[in-house]
């Protein structure tokens, strides 16, 4: 079956920076998008980043351009969020998510998640 687990998140301080990183397994893990969302306490799930099956071109949320950077490792069948100057509110629960096809962006449908990694930011 399909499994999509995180790991990475953590505390860092405002300016640091976290890698996150999501074991997939259970299908043809090359073939399909995927995408990171987070949920912050009280708000709604939003989509942070997503790459394509092909990788080219990879799609961010205004909020993190030019601070997240998506990438995938189909060797290691992981996906991969580096976070870079960091700030509170980018404190939530961050998510890997599998899309229903090729591409991975806030309008695709994403049709498995993992269980979420904590990620805190604050001095």
């Known amino acids: 079956q399909v499994q999509l687990v995180e790991s990475g998140g953590g505390l860092a301080q405002p300016g640091g920076s976290l890698t996150l990183s999501c074991a997939a397994s259970g299908f043809a893990f090359s073939n399909f998008g995927m995408g990171w969302f987070r949920q912050a306490p009280g708000k709604e799930r939003e989509f942070v980043a997503g790459?394509?099956?092909?990788?080219?071109?990879?799609t961010y949320v205004d909020a993190v351009k030019g601070r997240f950077t998506i990438s995938r490792d189909n060797v290691k069948i992981r996906v991969y969020l580096q976070m870079t100057a960091l700030k509170p509110e980018d404190t939530a629960i961050y998510y890997c998510?599998?899309?229903?096809?090729?591409?991975?962006?806030?309008?695709?449908?994403?049709?498995?998640w993992g269980q979420g990694t904590q990620v805190t930011v604050s001095s």
């Open positions: 998510a599998k899309s229903k096809g090729g591409t991975a962006t806030p309008g695709a449908e994403y049709d498995y």
């Open positions: 790459i394509n099956w092909s990788r080219d071109p990879a």
